[in-house]
């Protein structure tokens, strides 16, 4: 066997290696993690007593912890097209609530998109927490009272802003009498710390 004719079967043994070998990704790097989106977002609920006196006023929050590379637009959040956050709270006939009190907004400017102008918006990031409060009446029924919360919002990332997203929560409290004892609890929402009240 000549030296021409080795070189022609190293090629033919090259070239069908070559087609029997497993495909490979055109690329070694690992693939980027998909974009976090609106589920990524927690959103909880919270009393300041448990449980409650009749004749009494506590507090009630609504907690959203955005994940890091994330926010969520505020309440108000300066964009034109931007979905504001909004939280609607439904309580049982009797209970009185006060308006939904909500964090101001850290206003940064983002860039959604190459050759995009820069937009100002008003965002929440990490933790934030919106508060309203629950006055019960004297002569309201003792029991489990059920406090309904509707959370509307839209996270973004440093790029797009994912579909707007509604979360709803139901939040029951139990109503005792006046001489019951009652646990102020989650002060890290509140203010102070855990103690009871006779």
Same mark, same amino acid.
């Given at each position: 066997?000549?030296?021409?004719?080795?070189?022609?079967?190293?090629?033919?043994?090259?070239?069908?290696?070559?087609?029997?070998?497993?495909? =490979?990704?055109? %690329?070694?790097?690992?693939?980027?993690?998909?974009?976090?989106?609106?589920?990524?977002?927690?959103?909880?609920?919270?009393?300041?007593?448990?449980?409650?006196?009749?004749?009494?006023?506590?507090?009630?929050?609504?907690?959203?912890?955005?994940?890091?590379?994330?926010?969520?637009?505020?309440?108000?959040?300066?964009?034109?097209?931007?979905?504001? %956050?909004?939280?609607?709270?439904?309580?049982?006939?009797?209970?009185?609530?006060?308006?939904?009190?909500?964090?101001?907004?850290?206003? =940064?400017?983002?860039?959604?998109?190459?050759?995009?102008?820069?937009?100002?918006?008003?965002?929440?990031?990490?933790?934030?927490?919106?508060?309203?409060?629950?006055?019960?009446?004297?002569?309201?029924?003792?029991?489990?009272?059920?406090?309904?919360?509707?959370?509307?919002?839209?996270?973004?990332?440093?790029?797009?802003?994912?579909?707007?997203?509604?979360?709803?929560?139901?939040?029951?409290?139990?109503?005792?009498?006046?001489?019951?004892?009652?646990?102020?609890?989650?002060?890290?929402?509140?203010?102070?710390?855990?103690?009871?009240?006779?």
């Amino acid at each position: 066997m000549n030296q021409r004719d080795i070189i022609r079967r190293l090629i033919l043994v090259l070239f069908l290696t070559g087609l029997l070998a497993p495909a =490979r990704p055109a %690329t070694s790097a690992a693939a980027p993690p998909a974009p976090a989106q609106s589920s990524a977002v927690g959103v909880n609920g919270f009393f300041s007593v448990d449980p409650a006196q009749q004749g009494s006023t506590f507090q009630a929050a609504v907690v959203l912890d955005i994940p890091e590379g994330l926010h969520v637009n505020s309440n108000r959040p300066l964009g034109k097209y931007a979905v504001a %956050t909004v939280v609607k709270v439904e309580a049982p006939r009797g209970l009185k609530v006060t308006p939904v009190a909500y964090p101001a907004g850290r206003v =940064r400017a983002f860039r959604f998109g190459e050759g995009t102008p820069e937009e100002r918006l008003a965002v929440y990031e990490g933790r934030a927490v919106a508060r309203f409060n629950v006055s019960v009446p004297a002569d309201y029924e003792q029991g489990v009272a059920r406090i309904r919360v509707s959370v509307r919002f839209q996270s973004c990332n440093d790029e797009v802003c994912f579909p707007p997203a509604t979360r709803e929560l139901t939040l029951p409290i139990a109503i005792v009498g006046r001489d019951t004892p009652v646990n102020h609890i989650n002060g890290q929402y509140f203010g102070g710390g855990r103690r009871r009240r006779g």
